[in-house]
């Protein structure tokens, strides 16, 4: 535990899994939601004290782990220096150009990762077969929770694109690689002082599977260099990667849907379900988004 006294602390806003406090502005305690084990995140801090050498990009590395504390289990990690994409304004051509070459850098490093290595850290690789379970389980989850409150045609529009996706999955070639998981801007840090990437956080859902998964949420942050990165992710002969991003890309609103619904919060799932129909309408408008036109 770092030993120094702690005379600034302040609760960050809360994940969907997690709860942060930052003390001194130099240390981050993770807490599980109620309701949630720790099981995840000693998963999570084994996870990290194995990518932290062999990524180029900075990581959360974990000073102690604590399952049993007044708070319940409890990961303690130095606070890594900038601040998360999302809290800041659109990045200027050249900083998304700084930002395309460190993104490129990151998603060739974890696909070399050895995957026996991952094997034994629990971070199991999934191959297509095993990668479509995952998705039957987010479309079981919304069959349970969420189907009985969404309106008729969005449901049917929804099962379309899952139809469609499991389709396009059966005619996938690829290796599977390890994935961040949530690769978004939430978890990007940026030095607006240096003008470059300063770490990757949040590796909870880290996992191995689908290359194209890590794309999902890159498209508005790096559109000038977003075909580059899915044609260097691409393995030879994966006629079906381009179409599997758009799914991954249209269905990000689910995912806040579900937990509107399951935390009974009326007004934001409203608005996921809103943000849900318009992803599953919205046609291909930009470069960054005719991803199969311009591989």
């Not at 303690?76 to 150009?97: E, F």
């Not at 069959?143 to 969005?154: I, V």
Request: hydrophobic share 40%; with cysteine.
């Amino acid at each position: 535990m770092p030993h120094e006294p702690f005379e600034r602390m302040r609760w960050r806003e809360e994940g969907w899994t997690n709860r942060v406090l930052v003390a001194n502005d130099r240390w981050v305690f993770r807490f599980p939601r109620e309701g949630r084990r720790g099981a995840a995140l000693e998963r999570e801090a084994r996870v990290l004290r194995f990518l932290a050498p062999r990524l180029s990009a900075p990581v959360p590395e974990p000073v102690a782990l604590r399952m049993r504390t007044r708070h319940g289990p409890m990961m303690v990690y130095r606070k890594l220096p900038g601040r998360p994409l999302s809290d800041l304004g659109p990045l200027r051509t050249r900083d998304r150009a700084t930002l395309g070459r460190f993104l490129s850098c990151l998603l060739d490093e974890l696909s070399g990762l050895a995957t026996p290595s991952l094997r034994r850290l629990d971070v199991w690789p999934n191959g297509a077969r095993a990668w479509a379970r995952s998705v039957h389980d987010l479309e079981r989850r919304y069959a349970r929770s969420a189907e009985r409150t969404t309106p008729a045609r969005l449901h049917a529009r929804l099962m379309e694109r899952f139809d469609a996706y499991y389709a396009d999955l059966r005619d996938a070639r690829f290796r599977p690689v390890a994935t961040h998981g949530d690769l978004s801007a939430d978890h990007l840090l940026w030095s607006e002082e240096l003008a470059r990437p300063t770490g990757v956080i949040d590796w909870e859902d880290v996992c191995v599977g689908d290359p194209a998964f890590d794309l999902t949420a890159l498209a508005p942050l790096v559109p000038e260099t977003f075909a580059a990165l899915c044609l260097r992710r691409k393995g030879s002969g994966d006629r079906t990667f381009e179409r599997r991003v758009d799914f991954y890309r249209r269905v990000v609103p689910l995912h806040g849907l579900l937990l509107a619904v399951e935390t009974r919060g009326r007004s934001a799932r409203k608005r996921y379900q809103r943000a849900l129909s318009e992803s599953l309408e919205k046609l291909p408008a930009d470069p960054a988004e005719r991803t199969e036109a311009s591989l």
